[in-house]
């Protein structure tokens, strides 16, 4: 009986998608049509990569609320960049500015000896408002077209749009993204130390384990896979506005924890991660499908937070008994 | 005196609670009488915490009753248990940091205190009854851990409580407040109130408690009058086993000179200079906030220092860090077990490995067989008590906690160990194999620096003390040679000595 309810607690969040999925499907048959599915693969394609990148930052015990400011500020930059560098070339500059963003808060974070995770998400937020300003400014605050464009954009469709056998090109960056952050983070030394880290900074510190390394590698991954998100994202809607990223950070923060990588830090995992994605998605997707208003999608998602953090709590409680 | 006579307020029969995993208590009985002081010992994770935490509604007993003044308890919660009179006085304390000392007594009472006025008029005349000083104005934050106990006995008293548990309440006392705990106690004890003391302090348990309960692995060993206790009979009774000395043998083969540290300074310290020698055990010995950690802290890199000079076997090193501290050699196990030592939610395997992951690390991959083996090695040649190595390092008492500590960086031979209170908190047993570590890491050619706040363990293991006051060395004592007092004074800044 014990072992049953622990293990409807841990997997709680994908019971929870299966109930969905099975509700929707009962109600509204449309939810397993080809097309509703390859829309979903397709929604998925930005948030995770985005949300993957935060499971790190969580894990290492902070937060990070700048990835909407960075995705506005990769998208606009690397749009633009396309003519002037080409594709690989500009490819390659969204990356690293995406990953130079991420750097800039873990040295603001460092250097301003924030130690805890609010004093992250101050200045994280701050730094959102402070990149998404650049990509207005950059922008001039307008939006680019992929038709606006003289030179190809042939690799940019394929990321958007392109498919190879069964999947979509999107969903297999996702695969191949989700595989070589979990090998890092499950069988690296960085990725232990980043784990220790979030499990106890002191601790982890006084013994000899390189904790502001990991600070900088967490962030870092973070801002690499929000622009590797912002990628994504605009080539699929082959437009790229300053204000593209709006509401990815909560939503990664949500996915995160509702796939059970506790807030606290130290214990977490990105494919729990997959799972949370998943949840949200298919959340919005089968709202919709059952006509749910969009402004009571919200409040669901919103309250779905604070069960996945009370949730969190409840295990920490328990855990704490002995 | 007549233990007998007097009535029973607190009568705990055949009480057994299970955790996954672990049975904390195996049928546990004990009657406690009105008006004792009724000491009870045992090792960490013999049972005595769980017991109080049922008693005070934090935990469900799985069977058994419990009678408290005549009424049975089935299941309170702590704010239930202490208004039927029954306090637990928390080793770790149970207060509002930033409330002032009267609202923390009279906390979500204030209306039927008529107020705040009359909070503070009220927690006037109870801290006053304890002979306590403190304005009820005051900030908790702002007091030291004597003051706050006596916040939280008078808290204690406004529920007219009948039974006072204190858990571990000498911890972090000096002894002129602890001398004060004990005044305390005897009048408590007068006014008929019932107190259960849980210590590790054999000394505290010989001083003023009455009756004796021993309890080892959830059981109940032995209950009975102080005076029919004899210490060593208590201690056995304890651990299970005879311990024939409290202290190893001091080791004597002083080698050359292990480490020199010069111009050792930082805010707080003041041009810090000692030596180190192979095979040597230099105790740093001074009162709480006197320089000993900040000196071992920055030693290791782990505060920022103005300047120093450090050489190991004649060759200067740079510590920047912990990181640089650990690659010239050196272990720390720091003050704090649970905010600075362990990473709580991870398991004993990782805990244990946490210092040498670059020994099984290769092209930055861990090698997972490499760590287990790591974990298990350490496990059994200190005997640390768990499961398996997967168990999360929560689970284990404190004494083996700090035992995955020192295996942590036994793991990767460290040639000179910082131990910054090594046994606080810990079991007479569990101590004598982490002194007996000691010995051994100095007679293997290594050297260990020894903070503690109890001083027969400093005096007893060191070969030589070092005198910290106000943050600088004021004296430098072979504790075998020279005088406890003499030692004593040069801590307290009141003589010079043989620098």
Redesign the interface.
């Known amino acids: 009986m ?1 072992a049953l309810g622990s293990i409807l607690k841990d997997y709680l969040v994908l019971v929870m998608i299966l109930g969905l999925a099975l509700i929707t499907a009962v109600i509204q048959p449309k939810f397993i049509s080809p097309a509703n599915l390859v829309n979903i693969m397709r929604q998925f394609g930005p948030l995770i990569l985005v949300s993957l990148g935060m499971t790190f930052v969580i894990i290492g015990g902070f937060i990070d609320l700048s990835v909407a400011g960075t995705i506005n500020l990769v998208a606009v930059v690397t749009i633009s960049l396309i003519d002037p560098l080409g594709q690989a070339g500009a490819l390659a500059t969204g990356l690293f500015l995406g990953s130079v963003c991420g750097a800039m808060n873990a040295v603001l974070i460092l250097t301003g000896g924030a130690t805890t995770q609010a004093e992250a998400l101050f200045i994280t937020f701050g730094m959102s408002t402070v990149y998404s300003s650049f990509a207005l400014i950059y922008s001039g605050g307008s939006t680019r077209h992929f038709w606006d464009l003289t030179t190809s954009h042939s690799v940019f469709d394929s990321i958007g749009a392109g498919d190879v056998g069964p999947l979509s090109v999107s969903f297999i960056i996702f695969l191949v993204a989700l595989a070589i952050l979990w090998i890092f983070h499950t ?4 990725g ?2 980043i ?2 880290t979030g ?2 900074k ?9 904790v502001d390394r990991s600070i900088v590698l967490i962030y870092t991954i973070g801002g690499f896979m929000a622009a590797l998100g912002a990628i994504v994202l605009f080539s699929r809607i082959t437009t790229a506005a300053p204000v593209i990223g709006f509401g990815f950070e909560t939503n990664a923060i949500l996915a995160v924890v509702v796939g059970g990588t ?1 807030l ?1 830090g ?2 977490g995992s990105v494919l729990r991660t997959v799972m949370g994605v998943l949840l949200v998605i298919m959340l919005n997707n089968c709202l919709n499908l059952l006509g749910v208003s969009s402004y009571m999608q919200w409040a669901a998602r919103g309250l779905i937070l604070v069960f996945a953090i009370w949730l969190d709590n409840r295990k920490e409680v328990q ?4 | 005196m007549d233990t007998a006579g007097s009535e029973i307020i607190l009568s705990i029969k055949e009480v057994t609670k299970t955790f996954p995993g672990v049975r904390a208590l195996n049928g546990v009985s004990i009657d406690f009488r009105r008006g004792m002081v009724h000491g009870v010992v045992g090792e960490n994770g013999a049972g005595k915490s769980t017991l109080m935490k049922i008693l005070s509604g934090v935990y469900k007993k799985d069977t058994g009753t419990i009678v408290f003044d005549g009424k049975t308890i089935e299941h309170t919660t702590p704010y239930e248990s202490m208004q039927s009179g029954l306090a637990i006085i928390y080793q770790e304390l149970n207060l509002v940091n930033t409330m002032s000392v009267g609202e923390n007594i009279f906390l979500g009472r204030f209306k039927e205190m008529k107020g705040m006025r009359g909070t503070h008029a009220k927690a006037r005349e109870l801290l006053d009854s304890i002979g306590c000083k403190v304005s009820t104005t005051k900030l908790v934050s702002e007091l030291s851990v004597s003051t706050k106990q006596m916040v939280e006995i008078s808290k204690a008293l406004s529920f007219q409580s009948k039974l006072i548990i204190m858990d571990e309440p000498s911890t972090s006392l000096t002894s002129e407040e602890m001398a004060l705990l004990v005044k305390i106690i005897h009048q408590l004890k007068a006014q008929g109130i019932s107190i259960i003391y849980i210590s590790h302090k054999l000394e505290e348990i010989f001083d003023f408690c009455d009756i004796v309960t021993v309890m080892r692995d959830g059981n109940v060993i032995d209950t009975k009058p102080k005076q029919d206790f004899t210490r060593d009979e208590l201690i056995t009774k304890m651990v299970g086993r005879t311990i024939e000395n409290e202290y190893p043998e001091r080791s004597r083969n002083l080698g050359e000179t292990l480490m020199e540290v010069k111009n050792l300074n930082t805010r707080k310290l003041h041009d810090i200079r000692f030596n180190l020698k192979k095979g040597e055990i230099l105790g740093l010995v001074g009162l709480v906030g006197a320089g000993r950690t900040e000196i071992v802290r920055a030693l290791f890199g782990a505060d920022r220092v103005h300047g120093h000079s450090i050489s190991i076997n004649g060759k200067p090193v740079n510590i920047r860090n912990p990181k640089n501290a650990k690659d010239a050699g050196l272990g720390f196990i720091p003050e704090d077990r649970k905010l600075q030592g362990l990473v709580l939610p991870f398991s004993v395997e990782h805990n244990i490995s946490m210092a040498s992951i670059e020994r099984f690390t290769r092209f930055g991959f861990l090698r997972k067989s490499s760590e287990k083996g790591i974990g298990a090695k350490q496990v059994q040649s200190l005997r640390i008590k768990t499961p398996n190595v997967k168990v999360a390092i929560k689970n284990l008492s404190g004494g083996n906690q700090q035992k995955c500590i020192v295996g942590r960086w036994l793991e990767i031979g460290p040639s000179i160990f910082i131990m910054d209170e090594p046994t606080k908190g810990i079991d007479v047993g569990a101590k004598y194999e982490i002194y007996l570590l000691m010995k051994q890491i100095a007679e293997k050619g290594g050297a260990v620096i020894l903070i503690s706040s109890e001083l027969p363990e400093v005096l007893n293991m060191s070969n030589r003390v070092l005198t910290i006051y106000d943050g600088r060395i004021t004296g430098e004592f072979e504790p075998e040679h020279v005088p406890v007092d003499t030692i004593m004074r040069a801590a307290l800044g009141l003589a010079g000595g043989a620098l």
């Open positions: 014990r069988r690296t030394a960085a232990r130390a784990s220790l499990g106890n002191t601790a982890a510190r006084l013994a000899g384990v390189p506790t606290k130290g214990k855990g704490n008994q002995l």
